[in-house]
């Protein structure tokens, strides 16, 4: 949970306004929901992984009241937490639907950008506290949302400067078929979350997680790791129906995106893919920054019924997340943000105090009234020096310069920060200046 300077603040926004920009291209309305949810809300859907990283919230009060002993922690943790923060942005949003059933035109598509809590280890591009950029659209069974979130990805991460990357794409009913042939179709959470863990723990971290959780067939699974293509999945699969049903599905997006290609996007297919929040039931996304040493910056994928634990029963949907945190920590690593220029900074008047203050003043508030952002040094008292090296610091561009002598004749010194040129100006005219 970090502190977010002036400069990281600006660079973030500039994230959220390029996504919200493309969101919005495509139909997608924003909401919020809480920060955190009940407890009852978020349990179940995100695995035993998911549950361990949850921040649970203590009820107020005296909340041991009543609760009799000995304890257990998980008996325990229901009866004294009611509440916690919000793992992901889908479950709430599901949630919300659910909630809001009579009120929404279906297909509803939504978009979100909040911060979401895990009490996960620290490191870079893995935080406790990170933003979420979904979209979703709940009430169609139509493929040819996935396409477009396609779309959506190559357009955002082309508009932040991305040049490579690439959008990895499998099914879930893909892993139910890998799940059947290798004989642990009773374990296919086991199987989607250790091969969920591949980027991170590489090929004998899975044997060994896999051996850990009863599934041994290894050889087999080997060549889903190493990422086999669609031709030797099917030989593989030896005709498995559910592998022929994804592949199926996947063939029917790759179709829509031949009528509105993507850019610089890559569209892999990739086996070894699960995303192992257990909600998915159709094709699933990650997306990866070729090069920006972060890991995936985006992922999703359909979860009909996910709003059948509330309430809701068949209601299809399918959404996509971008982590904001990890796109900025892949711009930095790229140099991507100094070749933007997103941030104007004001035009900054130097302060001699009495009535040169009061001029500065007022001619930086006429500034403001058509637009061009201005502030005055408020303590005059400093010596010019300081109130050039505060503007310095600040990254200042441009300085006005309203001393005793210039207000005698009616003039106005302005200086380019940048260049070191100084030119004398008209009071008169000195906003037109401004505006070119």
């Known amino acids: 949970m970090r502190d977010f300077d002036p400069l990281q603040t600006r660079r973030r926004e500039y994230i959220f306004s390029v996504l919200k920009n493309v969101f919005e291209k495509y139909g997608y309305e924003q909401i919020q929901t809480p920060s955190m949810e009940y407890l009852s809300v978020l349990t179940g859907k995100y695995g035993d992984e998911g549950e361990r990283l949850m921040y649970k919230v ?4 005296d909340y041991l009241a009543g609760v009799e002993g000995p304890w257990e922690s998980r008996s325990l943790t229901p009866k004294i937490c009611e509440k916690a923060l919000r793992y992901d942005l889908t479950v709430p949003f599901a949630r919300y639907v659910a ?3 009579n009120e929404l035109a279906l297909p509803f598509k ?20 990170f933003y979420q950029c979904d979209v979703d659209a709940v009430g169609s069974r139509s493929l040819q949302f996935e396409a477009e979130f396609v779309l959506i990805y190559d357009e955002a991460l082309s508009r932040l ?4 990357f690439t959008v990895h794409v499998n099914h879930r009913k893909i892993l139910t078929g890998i799940s059947r042939v290798v004989g642990a179709e009773h374990k296919l959470t086991d199987l989607c979350t250790a091969m969920d863990k591949l980027d991170k723990i590489g090929v004998d971290g ?8 009863g599934i041994e067939n290894f050889e087999k699974i080997l060549p889903i790791l190493h990422g086999i293509d669609v031709n030797e999945l099917k030989n593989w699969a030896d005709g498995d129906e559910a592998v022929e049903e994804g592949l199926q599905e996947l063939n029917e997006i790759y179709s829509y995106l031949q009528i509105t290609s993507p850019g610089r996007a890559k569209l892999k297919f990739t086996p070894s893919l699960a995303r192992g929040l257990n909600y998915y039931t159709g094709p699933i996304f990650e997306v990866t920054i070729n090069g920006g040493g972060v890991g995936s910056v ?17 209601l299809p949907g399918v959404g996509i997340s971008f982590g904001a945190d990890r796109i900025y920590d892949a711009m930095e690593t790229l140099g991507l943000f100094e070749k933007r220029d997103f941030y104007a900074p004001p035009l900054f008047f130097v302060n ?8 500065a003043f007022g001619i930086a508030g006429e500034c403001r009234n058509v637009g061009i952002s201005a ?22 561009k441009k300085v006005a310069i309203l001393g005793p002598d210039d207000l005698a004749v009616g003039k106005i010194q302005l200086k380019d920060m940048t260049t070191g040129v100084q030119e004398t100006v008209e009071i008169a005219s000195f906003i037109a200046k401004l505006r070119g």
């Open 206 to 213: 899975v044997k060994k997680e896999l051996s850990e959780r």
């Open 58 to 61: 203590l009820n107020s009060g």
């Open 298 to 314: 985006g992922g999703g994928g359909r979860y009909d019924d996910l709003t059948g634990a509330f309430g809701w029963k068949d």
């Open 161 to 164: 400067g991305f040049l490579d």
């Open 110 to 129: 939504r978009y979100q950008i909040q911060p979401v809590w895990r009490a996960d280890r620290p490191q870079k591009g893995r935080y406790r506290e």
């Open 352 to 359: 001699f105090g009495g009535e040169c203050g009061k001029k």
């Open 99 to 101: 909630n809001k059933r």
């Open 375 to 396: 502030e005055v040094y408020p303590d005059p008292a400093h010596k010019l020096a300081k109130q050039f090296a505060y503007a310095d610091k600040r990254g200042i």
